[in-house]
C-alpha cells in the first residue's frame, strides 16, 4: 500500500467518525449548556422557576418519545438522509429557540421551538452507534466508539463553562447560537463523508401505533419523574402521569410483540447475553445520573465550596471519561468487549463504596479520587458495551437497537436523579426524626445529618456497582455473522 492511499483510508476514517462524534458533542453539550442559563432566562421573561423548567423539559420529553421512532426509520430510508436531516432540524430550532423569543416576546415560543429541536436531537442521537456498526470495519470499530465516547464526554463537560460564560457576558440567546455554526459544518461535512446505504425505502408498514404509543408513554414517564420532585410524589397530576406511563408502554409491549415489523423487536430480548448488557448500560447511567446529581450538593452544602468551584472539580468525572473512552477504544479489539466491562465494573464499584465513606471532614484529594475512579469505570464501560450490543444483532436491526442503547442512555439518567434525590432527601428526613434533630440545632450537627443522607444516597449506588459487577461477569461476547465479513458499505466508507 502506498503512503498515500494509506493517508486516504486514514483521512476518510477520521472524517466520517468526526461527522458522527459531532452528533454526540452537540447533544451532551445542549444537555448541560441550558440548565445554567435557566435561572436568567427566568428573569428576562418574568417566568416562575417551575415555568422555566419546561425549557429544558420540552426537550427532554420529546427527545426521549421519538428515539426509537427515529431509528425504526432509519432502517428503513437510510441513516444519512435521518442523520442530515436531524442536523438540518437540530440547527434550525437551535437559531429558532435564540431569536424568535425575543421578536414575538413570547416564552411560550421558546419552550416550542426547544421541543422543535428535540426532534432533531433525537434524529443524531438515534443512530450514532448504528453507524458506526454499519459503516466502520470491525477491527476499527473499537477505536471509533471511544472517539465518539470521548466526545460526548467533552460535551458534558464543557456545556456548563461556556453555558456560564455566554449567558453572564453575552446573553442567554448564544447558547442556542453557539449550535449554528457547529450544525452547518456538520451538515456539509456529513454530506460528503457519510455514503448512501442500502436501505429499502419503504415505510408503508411503518408501526404508527406502537410509535404513538411509546412516544406517549415515554412522555408520560419522564413528565412524571422530573416534575414529581417539583409537584410532590401524591400529586394528582404525577399519579395520572404514571399510571398513563403504565396504561401506554403496558399496550405499547402487547402490541410490538404482535406486530410483523415492529417498531422494538422485542424477541430481541430472548438472547441471555443481548439482555445483560443491555442492562449493564442501563444501570450504568441510572447509577451516574444520581452521583452526577448529588455530588454538587454535597460539595456545597457539606464540604462549603462555591458553586464555580464545585462545578471545577466536578469537570474530573467529564475529563477522566474522556481518558477512559480513548483507552477502551485501544484495547477493544485486543481484549474483546467482555473483559473490559468486567474491570469497568470493579472500578465503578470501588469509587462508588469510597464515596459511601464521605463526611463532613472528607479530604479534596479523596474526593477527587472518587471521581476519577467513576468517571474513568464508566468511560471505559461505554464503548465495549455499545460494541457488544450493536455487534451481537443483525444489519436490518441496527437503527432499531441504535435507537434503543441512545434511549438507555438517556432516560435513565433522568430517572436516576429523581430516584437519588428521594433516597437522599427521606434519608435525610428519617435520619433527623429518629436521632431528635431539631431546626435549633447547632450546624454542625445539621451538617452530619446532611452527610449521612449523602452517605446513605451514595451505598445505594454501591449496590448498583456490585450488580452491574455482577451481571458483567455472566454476560459473553457475541458477534453476530452479518460483520464477519466487510460489506460494500464498509468498503466504501474506509476506502479500503
Known sequence: MNISKDNAKKSGFFLLVLSISLATFMSSLDGTIVNIALPTISESFGVSTSA????????????????????????????????ISGFIVFTIGSFACGFVPDFLNSFYSLVGFRAFQGVGGAMITAIGPAMIAA???????????????????????????????????????????????????????????????????????????????????????????????????????????????????????????????????????????????NLVVTLSFFSFAGISYLLPFYLEYVLGYDTSTAGLILTTLSFSMMIAGLIAGILFNRTGGRLLCMAAAFVIAVG??????????????????????????????VTPAFNMIMNSVSKKHQGMVSSLTSLERFAPMTIGIAVYNLVFTQGVIYIAKHSGITQEAPASIKTGILSAGFDLAFFFAMIFGIIILIITIFAKEEIHPDYLEKSDDEVIATGI
Open 135 to 277: 459503516l466502520i470495519p470491525m477491527e476499527q470499530k473499537g477505536k471509533a466508539m471511544g472517539i465518539i465516547m470521548t466526545f460526548a464526554a467533552l460535551g458534558m463537560a464543557l456545556g456548563p463553562t461556556i453555558g456560564g460564560i455566554l449567558t453572564q457576558y453575552i446573553s442567554w440567546h448564544w447558547i442556542f447560537y453557539i449550535n449554528v455554526p457547529v450544525g452547518i459544518f456538520a451538515v456539509v461535512l456529513g454530506s460528503r463523508v457519510i455514503p448512501h446505504m442500502k436501505s429499502n425505502g419503504n415505510l408503508s408498514g411503518f408501526d404508527k401505533y406502537g410509535a404513538a404509543l411509546i412516544f406517549g408513554g415515554l412522555a408520560a414517564l419522564l413528565f412524571g419523574v422530573s416534575e414529581g420532585q417539583v409537584l410532590g410524589w401524591t400529586n394528582p397530576i404525577i399519579i395520572v402521569s404514571f399510571a398513563a406511563a403504565l396504561l401506554l408502554l403496558g399496550a405499547f409491549l402487547w402490541y410490538e410483540i404482535r406486530h410483523k415489523d415492529p417498531l422494538l423487536e422485542l424477541r430481541l430480548f430472548k438472547n441471555r447475553n443481548f439482555l445483560l448488557t
Open 352 to 381: 462508588y463504596y469510597l464515596m459511601s465513606n464521605l463526611h463532613s471532614d472528607t479530604t479534596l484529594a479523596y474526593v477527587i479520587l472518587c471521581l476519577i475512579l467513576i468517571g474513568f469505570g464508566v468511560g471505559l464501560m
Open 52 to 83: 422555566v423548567s419546561w425549557v429544558a423539559t420540552s426537550y427532554l420529553l420529546v427527545m426521549a418519545g421519538c428515539l426509537l421512532i427515529f431509528g425504526k426509520i432509519s432502517d428503513a430510508i437510510g441513516f444519512k438522509r435521518v442523520f
